[in-house]
Structures are given as C-alpha cells and as structure tokens.
C-alpha cells in the first residue's frame, strides 16, 4: 500500500532563504508525482508534475527533483518570500490504480 | 485556457438537510472528474472519480454520491447530512487519470 509523508510538518524561516521541503513514499511503481500550494481556505494550485521517467522540473524559483528508486521527492524554493507561505502537499499517482495519494503538507511560515 | 468553477464557496447546513454542490470545468471536453475531501491537518481523501457522463466509481462508501449529469459538471450530494460530514470539500479534473490535476477552490461545509 502506497504511503506519502511529508517532513517537515511545518517549516519558518526567514526571508530570503534557500529551503527544501520533502516527500518520500513507499513505493517505486508511479506514473507522476505532483506538488501543490494552498492558501489557507482555499483549493490547490498545482506547482510542478514529475512524470515517472523525469528527475526533475522546474518553474521560476521552484525546482522539483524525483528519485523514484529511493521513494523521495524534493521541493526547492529559492530566495524565499513572505507570499511563499502557504501549505505545500505532494502526491503520488501510483500505477496500480487511479488515485493519488496523499502527503499531509508541509506549512511554511517565510517571515519578513 | 481550462478553468474549474467549484461553488459555494462556504456552506451552513444543519444535521439531516439535504446537500449539492456544483462543479464544473471549462475550456476541455470529456475530462477526468473528482471529489476529494480534506479534514484538518490530514491528506485529501478521494470520494468519487468519472471518467465520462454518468460513469461514477466511489472510493469510500459513506453518506454521500455523486453525479455527472453533463461531460464538464460534477455534483456532489446528500439526501441526509451526518455532522461527520462537515468538512472542506474539492473538486479536480485531468485530462486522464495519469495526468496533471487542476484543482477548484474549494467548499468548506458545516454541518451544525
């Protein structure tokens, strides 16, 4: 059964900082693996898609890397603002069936 | 461009009153569709997914159902609201099951 964690749960740092947030699952077998932001009260803007063959993507400030052998995924932010902060979920589209699955976030708090 | 419209945006309703809530999609045809629910400080649960009218798979039986009446509408229903059923409500489509999800903004519901 395919399990996603996400550690920190929570993360403050200030602005301006280089920061990595994690996820890592239990298992190899996934089409994609997909970072989202949400804002408190609000729906999930997606951020980066790494496809299963991809090692990373990137977008502006954000890259992403997958290293599907280890079951670990990586969000970078680079140079940090305080409109960084929100609560960053990955999820795992596994190749077994049509859900994706879960981490429970990570909240950055960027402080100014 | 797609846009995915999820409404209400916050919703009040008392134990054993019926619910729907309405979403759609615009700018893609014959998309992939879903609910998900998210409870406090945990991962989204998925509900229901449809791949095309009328063609609906639950994941979790409970008190709810859902319906695609049309290829870019999905509603999400209760004849009787539990006060287990307060909670924050998502609608998302993709364009295939392996693909990027886009995600609404979201319905916060409670029940009182």
């Not at chain 1, 996603?4 to 996934?30: H, K, M, R, W, Y």
């Not at chain 2, 995915?4 to 309405?22: C, D, F, M, R, Y």
């Not at chain 2, 870019?72 to 209760?78: A, E, G, H, P, T």
């Given at each position: 059964?395919?399990?996603?964690?996400?550690i920190p749960a929570?993360?403050?740092?200030?602005?301006?900082e280089?920061?990595v947030?994690?996820c890592?699952f239990?298992d190899?077998?996934i089409?994609?693996?997909?970072?989202f932001?949400?804002?408190?009260?609000?729906?999930l803007?997606?951020?980066?898609?790494?496809q299963?063959?991809q090692?990373e993507?990137?977008s502006g400030?954000?890259?992403?890397?997958l290293?599907k052998s280890s079951?670990r995924?990586?969000l970078?932010?680079?140079?940090?603002?305080p409109?960084d902060s929100?609560t960053y979920?990955?999820?795992?589209?596994?190749?077994?069936?049509?859900?994706?699955?879960?981490?429970a976030g990570?909240?950055l708090?960027?402080?100014p | 461009?797609?846009?995915?419209?999820?409404?209400?945006a916050?919703?009040?309703?008392?134990?054993?009153?019926?619910?729907?809530?309405?979403?759609?999609v615009e700018g893609t045809?014959?998309?992939?569709?879903y609910?998900?629910?998210?409870?406090a400080?945990?991962?989204?649960?998925?509900l229901?997914?449809s791949?095309?009218?009328?063609?609906?798979?639950?994941?979790?039986?409970?008190n709810?159902?859902?319906s695609?009446?049309?290829?870019r509408?999905?509603?999400l229903?209760?004849?009787?609201?539990?006060?287990?059923d307060s909670?924050?409500?998502?609608?998302?489509?993709?364009?295939?099951m392996?693909?990027?999800a886009?995600f609404?903004q979201?319905t916060?519901?409670t029940?009182?």
């Amino acid at each position: 059964k395919q399990e996603v964690t996400q550690i920190p749960a929570a993360l403050s740092v200030p602005e301006g900082e280089n920061l990595v947030l994690n996820c890592s699952f239990t298992d190899s077998a996934i089409y994609n693996l997909q970072w989202f932001r949400q804002d408190p009260g609000k729906g999930l803007t997606s951020l980066l898609l790494i496809q299963s063959s991809q090692r990373e993507q990137t977008s502006g400030r954000l890259n992403a890397s997958l290293d599907k052998s280890s079951g670990r995924s990586t969000l970078y932010i680079a140079a940090s603002q305080p409109g960084d902060s929100a609560t960053y979920l990955c999820a795992v589209r596994p190749r077994s069936n049509y859900q994706l699955i879960w981490g429970a976030g990570t909240k950055l708090i960027i402080k100014p | 461009s797609q846009t995915i419209h999820q409404w209400p945006a916050t919703l009040v309703q008392p134990v054993g009153s019926p619910l729907s809530l309405e979403c759609t999609v615009e700018g893609t045809s014959n998309p992939n569709l879903y609910w998900y629910r998210q409870a406090a400080g945990r991962g989204l649960q998925l509900l229901f997914y449809s791949v095309g009218i009328g063609q609906i798979s639950s994941e979790v039986p409970q008190n709810l159902s859902a319906s695609r009446p049309q290829d870019r509408q999905f509603i999400l229903s209760s004849k009787k609201l539990l006060l287990s059923d307060s909670g924050f409500y998502l609608c998302a489509w993709s364009t295939a099951m392996n693909t990027e999800a886009f995600f609404g903004q979201g319905t916060r519901l409670t029940v009182v």
